[in-house]
């Protein structure tokens, strides 16, 4: 069994303006780059049951953010989130993506996957769009798994430069998933603090300084291992984004690309008893077009590692 990469053709169509860091090209730059690994199968976003958006978001939140698209040049939902006519299919695939992830692997056509895909979701509340993120991905397919798949323990290790605030949210007092997150603090969004640990101990936060090295960061990382052996998840979720790279223009964490391709493999090693190998990331942040590009070629080279 292989490593499928997801993509959606709407994922480009998400218009952001000139300047916007989190731009089309993010998506582009990355599936040129996977197509230099061989072992790849290539599938993509599904329609999806849009119900299932119910479970994380409130209904009245999916349906004012259904309302919002722009006929013609671009909206707003918040001071950072913009949106334009082709958002309207694109947040929707972002979710299918990971919908036809999890379905892929439960239904054994591939080992993992690796959602190529934008906007992000990691900062999506339940009800509110913020940092780019409009739908939480991430938190609607933990839910599927939940709902559809019956899994009790899902962990989600969100290793992007930001704190995962939405995320932390919606399962704050969920005991069946595990939220971990690496991140700069204090930083954008200004969560994140080591003693926000959810209702049932279920989020292990890791503020990292700005400045922090590789080694620094490395060293850190050992506690997310420890605490996915404590919690034994038989599904792992992977929120991805690579703007902790030092070449990141919007923060100030010292990652080289080689050290994703680290954090991956040291995750899935430790956890492979637990997870039989069963893992799904999607693409969050990351907006130096060839940090991102080279970054995301070896984290996903280390989910293919796991395959053989
Ligand atoms: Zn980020």
Known sequence: MSTAVITSDSSTDHLTGSGHPEKPDRVSSVIQVLKRNKNLIWDKSKKFDESLLDLTHSSNYVSEVKKSFPKQGLGFLDGDTIISPGSKKATVDAVGSIVCAIDGIENKKFKNAFCAVRPPGHHAEKEKAMGFCIYNNIAVGAQYLITKYKYKKIAIIDFDVHHGNGTQDIFYENEKVLYISTHQYPYYPGSGNENEKGKYNNVLNIPLPAGTTSDEYLNAYNHVINKLIEFKPEFMMFSAGFDAHRDDPLAQI???????????????????????????????????????????LLHVNALVEFNK
């Open 254 to 296: 010292h990652l080289s690309s080689q050290d994703f391709y680290e954090i991956t493999k040291r995750t899935m090693l430790s956890t492979q008893n637990f997870t039989n190998g069963k893992v799904v990331s999607i693409l969050e942040g990351g907006y130096d077009l060839k940090a991102l590009a080279e970054s995301t």
